[in-house]
């Protein structure tokens, strides 16, 4: 059985970087699409970013693109989100998962969820 560790939150400024890491335990590593969901105080859990076994297709919400990079090592079994010029909406609890289905343009979190962790950007 996979866990799923999500780590690097923190609070920080309008304008500056964070780094997230999504590290699993088990014997596999998923192979599926991996990726990040975000959840803000009264709304929806919603897709952040995603990421192929091989790195090759990587998939962005338009809120982040430009300004998020998504990156996985295989060997060390860890997701990582690279967020850069963070903004006040940016500020949620993220989630990683390792089984991102797309249907009809949209992203959902089929498999294990780790247990989140808090980003505040404040103005």
């Known amino acids: 059985q996979v866990h799923l560790v999500d780590s690097g939150g923190g609070l920080v400024q309008a304008g500056e970087s964070l780094r997230l890491s999504c590290a699993a335990s088990g014997r596999t590593f998923s192979m599926l699409l991996m990726g990040w969901f975000r959840q803000a105080p009264g709304k929806e859990r919603e897709f952040v970013a995603a990421?192929?076994?091989?790195?090759?297709?990587?998939y962005f919400a338009d809120s982040v693109k430009g300004r998020f990079a998504i990156s996985r090592d295989n060997a060390n079994k860890t997701v990582y989100l690279q967020m850069n010029s963070l903004k006040p909406e940016d500020t949620a609890v993220y989630y990683c998962n390792d089984d991102i289905i797309i249907s009809d343009d949209r992203y959902r979190g089929n498999g294990d969820w780790g247990q989140g962790t808090q980003v505040t950007v404040s103005s």
């Open positions: 990421i192929s076994w091989s790195g090759k297709r990587t």
